[in-house]
């Protein structure tokens, strides 16, 4: 006789694979399930309080959930997360364009497909929670990164960012929380940085990969920033900075009706990846 337990994996598999392909049906163009047990103090909230230089931290005096800056909150009844992607294609830069404070189209389609999601688990499946994360950590969001590797989607690679295999690091996540046990989808054997010669690193305008900043030794963490602890957030910050005081008013009607400063954030090192996309 088959044991509930058995029955239980089986009853759970056929509700993750419903979800992942309901999820997909709204826009979604990757994603995976992963456990919260193996997410909570993972190695980016494990690094946190080693940075040594928090830039762009300016969430620190607007954080939501009551916890230190850098920790992730968990609903109690949290079991599960659905890490899901929308492709962000080269030939599709205003995806990520900031039109003035107001939400690029890409950041726009995700928050709709949270919304879809939840509306869709309160019809199909009142019996179980679902929670929509904000992006921000200080906000009620999760290292996305590092859940997404976790349910299988991708590695971090060398310019320390998700690399899938359909649309290398050309890909924006979100995540959503359950409160059922759903099976994991990850991680898996992938790793297209073995052997590569790293354009991404070599096109980065601000050599933030110019040295080692972390050490396994100093951290006690085995995955560090850009793989070898050389990735250095605070001369990505000074990319950022850069992009935001040179970027020129114009229109973006499919976001706003008035003229602003459209941003334009660098992108080398996801372009100038050889994975999911054209070589350069």
């Not at 909570?40 to 940075?51: A, H, T, V």
């Not at 928050?111 to 879809?116: D, H, P, R, T």
Request: proline share 7%.
């Amino acid at each position: 006789m088959e044991s509930r337990e058995n029955r239980n994996k089986v009853n759970n598999s056929a509700l993750r694979d419903e979800l992942l392909a309901k999820i997909r049906e709204l826009g979604a163009d990757c994603a995976g399930t992963a456990s919260v047990e193996m997410l909570r103090n993972g190695p980016s909230e494990q690094l946190f309080p080693k940075m040594k230089d928090h830039s762009r931290d300016r969430f620190a005096e607007e954080i939501t959930t009551g916890l230190p800056h850098g920790a992730v909150f968990w609903e109690e009844n949290a079991a599960s997360a659905i890490i899901y992607g929308v492709a962000h294609p080269e030939d599709r830069p205003e995806m990520d364009w900031w039109c003035g404070e107001i939400d690029p189209p890409g950041n726009k389609k995700l928050l709709q497909i949270s919304k879809a999601f939840i509306r869709y688990m309160k019809e199909a499946h009142p019996e179980i929670s679902v929670y929509g994360r904000r992006y921000h950590v200080e906000r009620g969001g999760l290292y996305l990164k590092d859940a997404a590797v976790m349910a299988g989607l991708g590695c971090i690679g060398r310019n320390n960012l998700l690399i899938t295999p359909e649309f290398g690091p050309r890909v924006r996540l979100r995540a959503v929380i359950l409160s059922a046990a759903l099976p994991p989808t990850g991680p898996i054997a992938f790793d297209p940085c073995e052997g590569c010669d790293a354009p991404c690193l070599a096109h980065c305008p601000q050599r933030a990969f110019s040295e080692k900043i972390y050490t396994r030794e100093e951290t006690g963490i085995g995955r560090l920033p850009g793989r070898d602890g050389s990735y250095y957030r605070a001369s990505c910050a000074e990319q950022m900075a850069f992009n935001e005081e040179h970027a020129k008013e114009g229109m973006m009607p499919e976001v706003c009706d008035h003229p602003e400063k459209i941003i334009k954030y660098c992108r080398n090192c996801e372009l100038y990846c050889r994975v999911g996309g054209r070589p350069h």
